[in-house]
């Protein structure tokens, strides 16, 4: 059983399906399956992307290293809507960023993040890798390696990673187990070279699973095969 996770999650899931902004019943959705393993005092931070509000190629016009900072901004106006979620459910979390100041954001440091952990609080990580040119998988795969996690959990709608999009292709194939190697050379897409680059260098496997399937996320973390394992090809 995982006793310290970090959880990715798409700006997606806070709009639902093909719509763009805030959905409190999206918020609702995810509360519910984080509430469902914290009794198991598992240790748990989150990256969420901000795909809800705007994507790169919107933006283009203004230039990457601008648009990536306007999204970077996107992660942390998500994380405190999350954050505001999780409080109004009991969940005593904090969001924790480089890049902000505002009031109801604490700075990132080490000892921050130890200290939540220790008073039982969820970890909100926004504002990206505090540089622009990365994506928030690799955001995710950083914080991961820094808080010690011994698993990336990418929460998806999908139930894990296939060789092509199983909605458009009957004869993808869904693999149970990948090694890092494989899955830069097949080129999924359901993370960026760089975050597997990161992971596999300091042992962190990933896990693609579908969030959206209540109780997945407490039965991954109970130990039952959820999903799809990525992993350095030396253990799992």
Same mark, same amino acid.
């Given at each position: 059983m995982y006793k310290r996770v970090l959880l990715k999650l798409s700006g997606e899931v806070?709009?639902?399906?093909? /719509?763009? *902004?805030? $959905? %409190?019943?999206?918020?609702?959705? !995810?509360?519910?399956?984080? #509430?469902k393993v914290l009794e198991m005092k598992i240790k748990i931070g989150i990256v969420i992307g901000a795909g809800n509000l705007f994507r790169g190629e919107e933006l283009s016009y203004v230039g990457s290293i601008n648009a990536d900072q306007i999204g970077m901004l996107g992660t942390v106006i998500n994380s405190l809507y999350l954050l505001s979620a999780?409080? /109004?459910? *009991?969940? $005593? %979390?904090?969001?924790?960023?480089? !890049?902000?100041?505002?009031? #109801?954001?604490?700075?990132?440091?080490y000892d921050a993040v130890?200290?939540?952990f220790r008073e039982n609080k969820v970890v909100i990580f926004a504002g990206g890798t505090s540089n622009p040119l990365f994506t928030t998988d690799t955001a995710a795969a950083l914080r991961a390696?820094?808080?010690?996690?011994?698993?990336?959990?990418?929460?998806? /709608?999908?139930?894990?990673?296939?060789?092509?999009?199983?909605?458009?292709?009957?004869?993808?194939?869904?693999?149970?187990?990948?090694?890092?190697?494989?899955?830069?050379?097949?080129?999924?897409?359901?993370?960026d070279t760089?975050?597997?680059?990161?992971?596999?260098?300091?042992?962190?496997?990933?896990?693609?699973?579908?969030?959206?399937?209540?109780?997945n996320f407490l039965k991954l973390l109970n130990g039952e095969k959820v999903g799809t394992i990525i992993f350095d090809g030396n253990t799992h």
């Open positions: 806070l709009s639902g399906e093909g /719509k763009k *902004g805030l $959905d %409190s019943s999206m918020g609702d959705v !995810i509360v519910d399956e984080i #509430s999780l409080k /109004k459910h *009991g969940i $005593d %979390s904090v969001v924790l960023s480089k !890049i902000t100041n505002l009031p #109801s954001i604490e700075n990132l440091t130890e200290r939540a390696a820094e808080m010690n996690a011994e698993v990336l959990i990418k929460g998806t /709608k999908v139930d894990g990673v296939y060789s092509k999009d199983p909605k458009k292709y009957n004869d993808a194939k869904k693999f149970e187990k990948l090694t890092f190697e494989e899955a830069i050379q097949l080129n999924l897409t359901v993370m760089s975050a597997f680059a990161l992971c596999k260098s300091h042992s962190v496997p990933i896990i693609v699973m579908n969030f959206f399937e209540k109780g």
